[in-house]
């Protein structure tokens, strides 16, 4: 079955701290692994991505670390401020596109100002 | 900047009733797909349509569930004879394909509860 683990489940984090979220997948087929983060009352909106290609990919304070062996991926967020708080879903799809994802449970982050 | 939008924002019915959900794609987007989002827990994928063509179906969506996009753009979720357990957030998303893969865009979201 395909499924992908995030945790933690929540996450509190003080203002320019550090905020990192882990996923794992057990499919070795996914090949397409974006984040989502969602506000309340509203659809989630993509954030960053990655392909099995590359170990890193960084936009702005958020990176994605992806580590292929282990079939974990995580996202960091530097500088954490408190208008990143907010629920974050990892995601994976097969195919090279988006297509049908499988989402991760999310994670609530808390940034303490 | 027109997104995806989706019509009703909130839904509340009585179990037993028929409800439909209207979808709005981003213009030009032949991607369409429904999600389904329960309180606390990710996005569920429920079925894809690329134009008009339904092209995947979660095993999600039973037979009270039917989905429609009628000439490739905007799309309709019915649920029939509605039960308690349908009471959730329902997403609509939408996007290009590219040779490379696409970008899922996401609607607000119609959130539905049975009583």
């Known amino acids: 079955q395909q499924q992908v683990k995030q945790s933690p489940q929540s996450l509190i984090v003080q203002k320019g701290g550090i905020s990192i979220i882990n996923c794992a997948y057990e499919n070795t087929a996914f090949d397409y692994f974006p984040w989502y983060q969602q506000f309340p009352g509203k659809g989630p909106a993509l954030l960053i991505a990655i392909r099995p290609d590359v170990s890193e990919k960084k936009e702005g304070r958020f990176t994605i670390s992806f580590n292929k062996s282990a079939k974990q991926f995580s996202l960091h967020i530097m500088d954490s401020q408190p208008g990143d708080s907010a629920t974050y879903f990892c995601?994976?799809?097969?195919?090279?596109?988006?297509?049908?994802?499988?989402f991760g449970s999310g994670t609530q982050l808390t940034v303490l100002p | 900047d027109t997104g995806v939008s989706q019509n009703p924002r909130h839904k509340i019915t009585k179990r037993g009733q028929n409800v439909t959900f209207r979808c709005d794609p981003i213009?030009?987007?032949?991607?369409l797909y429904w999600y389904r989002q329960t309180l606390g827990q990710g996005p569920e994928f429920l079925t894809y349509?690329?134009?008009?063509?339904?092209?995947?179906k979660s095993r999600l969506l039973s037979d009270r569930f039917s989905a429609e996009r009628p000439k490739g753009s905007f799309s309709t979720l019915e649920i029939q004879r509605t039960e308690q357990g349908d009471s959730a957030m329902y997403l609509c998303?939408?996007?290009?394909?590219?040779?490379?893969?696409?970008?899922?865009?996401f609607g607000p979201g119609t959130r539905l509860t049975v009583l």
């Open positions: 998303a939408s996007s290009l394909r590219r040779d490379r893969g696409d970008t899922q865009y």
């Open positions: 995601a994976a799809s097969i195919g090279g596109s988006a297509r049908q994802l499988t």
């Open positions: 213009s030009e987007h032949n991607r």
């Open positions: 349509f690329q134009n008009e063509a339904q092209l995947e």
